[in-house]
Nanobody, 122 residues
Framework: QVQFVESGGDLAQPGGSLRLQCVGS????????VAWYRRAPGKERELVAK????????DVVDSVKGRFTITRDNAKNTVYLQMNSLEPEDTAVYYC???????????????WGQGTQVTVSS
């Protein structure tokens, strides 16, 4: 069982930057692909970025390509999401979870952390 604690969300202006952190407490965390998801008001949860177990592969959704970067530090059981050039459309609660596989968009666990709120507004 893996538990997640997300942090780093804040109020930011358009064009600003934030770095989110996801700390996984389970021993399986560093052996698993991990994804960042977000849920905007009135919208379905969507995968925004993913990274393979040791970080050799990563990808982000087209809408954030060139702006967001996902990295991980397995020594700290942490996955990061660096968000640059923020846009109001990035406003959402951001969550992390392990993936069933790197090639999947589906989370492996039904339990989620509390998420971290990102608000982009002038």
């Amino acid at each position: 069982q893996v538990q997640f604690v997300e942090s780093g969300g804040d109020l930011a202006q358009p064009g600003g930057s934030l770095r989110l952190q996801c700390v996984g407490s389970g021993t399986l965390f560093r052996f698993s692909a991990v994804a960042w998801y977000r849920r905007a008001p009135g919208k379905e949860r969507e995968l925004v970025a993913k990274i393979s177990n040791y970080g050799a592969a990563n990808d982000v959704v087209d809408s954030v390509k060139g702006r967001f970067t996902i990295t991980r530090d397995n020594a700290k059981n942490t996955v990061y999401l660096q968000m640059n050039s923020l846009e109001p459309e990035d406003t959402a609660v951001y969550y992390c979870n392990v993936l069933k596989s790197y090639h999947s968009t589906e989370p492996a666990y039904d339990s989620w952390g509390q998420g971290t709120q990102v608000t982009v507004s002038s």
